[in-house]
């Protein structure tokens, strides 16, 4: 299920296999009549229903008055990603999550790293959180633009990346560099750990740096997906010094 007028919208405008559309009966607002033009343009079935029905389907979510059901999302392939970067003759920038369950922080990296312009988002089979409804809402839709990439064995993947050329960084509060003195200008493949426990032992001596946000609080991490917004943003300003 996909909940939220952003996500309704952003799935219609990029082609995502819907089945169904409910709407809140009664709802006229503006948003939810241009959800109900685009689903009509695209012959997707609109059923207006009362809001207790959304609010049965998606318990402790705010619908906003729309549920739209799609099919599962399509998990890109990483060689085919990698073709498609090297066509546009563009420098490669990847996310890898390890061990990031929570699926507020899982939608709001995928949204962070649409926004900044990576070229995909790595997350393995096991010990991740699901790409679920709320993931696809926290994202604001931007999991119907950014190559998701479902991968098995996290070090396995880093070693292939590091052969094709990736530079591996890994975000680690005891990091020897901070990400202000880190360079970041090759292709790169940043990996984001759990808040809890960070980034596993063994991903940590696979990457090739290991960089740390300065804290000068009290408290010492940042939110997982904070930390991953200011390091993919980091990313970007050093690029766009190179032009």
Known sequence: MIIGRNSVTEALKAGRSITKIYVAAGNESTSLQHIKEMARDKKIVVENVPVKVLNQLVPGNRHQGVVAFAAAVNFADLTDVLAAVSEKGKLPFLILTDGVEDVHNLGAIIRTAECAGVNAVLIPKRHSAPINETVGKTSAGAIEYIPIVQIGNIVQTL???????????????????????????????????SEGKGISRLVKETCDVLVQIPMFGQINSLNASVAAALLMYEVVRQRQEMR
């Open 159 to 193: 070693q292939y990346l590091k052969k094709r050329g990736f530079w591996v960084i890994g975000a680690d509060m005891m990091g020897k560099t901070d990400y202000f003195h880190s360079s970041l200008t090759e292709p790169v493949v940043l990996v984001i750990g």
